[in-house]
């Protein structure tokens, strides 16, 4: 062990000797790797789609299909079904309990392995979704996807934190939550295109999932693991030599030491999820927390899932509507272009606190043109149809750089090496959970609170925009072997992490 005093198993003061270079190597690697975000974004794109197709709601439900031709509905009601929110939810619940099972997974035998197994169980949802004939079968294929995404979101993220090195970190990590965009955009075209395939396109939309779900399977045995992993699994020396690889040299002494480290600290640990309870570990728990609560209390998955029922239901033609979810759906894509950009120069305070402020204004906006211009069973006028998703997408926009990717890079590397798989099942788990919650109540939520939703959802941006600039510390350029450092100069988390690594509750 190089000198100096152990933090959580690894030396203080290293960061500076680590080299190596970005090689052609890593970016292909994590740019396959990163194939799996676009599982997690073709479903959010599909789902809303499929929900507002007339062939789909008349085959499945038929009594909202009813409810949707009714002239006179109110608009904020016309899609409020429990079992057709099910159709949306039921994913993500499932993807929930496979996220727990995925973190020993991905511990005990690497994080390609848990990887393809999540490309695996979202094939065979995609195929059964095809196929179904019945409300059962349709959501059994939903459970097998969201095996899919509990696996592959709980594998990517670690993927990506671990292979680039430490300077480039943020924007390669952000790989996940392009993919996710490039995904939902992909989606949005599909189902714009297969909504003139009445009565069967659904069909075509459903299926068309297990494309992403091949492509993450391939990536998956291309691949090399992580040296972190590899290290950690007692593949020493097969961790060095891919660690040389990725940083292109061969004096990767200080690195690969913090790794050895940091690995020999984490096989102390027999228990991951009690030890991330202690004291030490408490700002990393509360990080994994928080971060993906308020991810999805923006608002955007409600935007994302139900983009075409909402439009709908704002008055806008089926055509219209799907048009305008696509639109949505681009802007996202490119808008997390500008946080890879920009997140390892600007850092991931600046981008999420600016980001919260524009969505909140955005909010704000299109609930005062609701209450006044949109009635119950009314239609707004095409000038302020085109104000509305104008700014809806300027709300997407922001949250494409900020909340969207930061909500999955801060989590995934603050962990330290005994932690981090935990770590990341914890923040995975509250993500799909709170994605399950407003994607089951929504359609509810938006019947009860009408343009009220958008005033609820800017409240919660306002709360976490505080939050960030209250307790989270910036994290550009800090080694992931060595976070532990960072919260102890932290104004609040400093009176909390001990400062001995000896020292727990």
Known sequence: MAGGAVVAGVAKERAAQYKGRVTPYVIITCLVAAVG????????GISGGVTSMDGFLSHFFHGVYEKKKRAHENNYCKFNDQVLAAFTSSLYLAGLVASLIASPVTRKYGRRITIICGGIFFLIGATINAAAVNVAMLLLGRIMLGFGIGFGNQAVPLYLSEMPPTHIRGGVNMLFQLATTLGIFTANMINYGTS????????LSLGLAALPASLMIIGGLAVTETPNSLIERGYTEEGRRVLEKTRGTKDVSAEFQDMVDASEFAKSIKHPFRNILERRNRPQLIMAIFMPTFQILTGINSILFYAPVLFQSMGFAANASLY????TGAVLASSTLISIATVDRLGRRVLLISGGIQMVVCQVI????????????GELSKG????VVTVICLFVLAFGWSWGPLGWTVPSEIFPLETRSAGQSITVAVNLFFTFAIAQSFLSLLCGLKFGIFLFFAGWVTIMTIFVYLFLPETKGVPIEEMI??????????RIVPQESSTDD
């Open 37 to 44: 975000g676009s599982l997690f974004g073709y479903d959010i």
């Open 196 to 203: 003139k395939l009445e009565p069967w396109g659904w069909r």
């Open 324 to 327: 305008s979810s696509a639109l």
């Open 366 to 377: 299109v609930a005062i043109i609701l209450g006044a211009k949109l009635g119950p069973d």
């Open 384 to 387: 302020y149809s085109v104000i």
């Open 485 to 494: 450092l960072m919260w102890r100069k932290h104004w609040f988390w400093k």
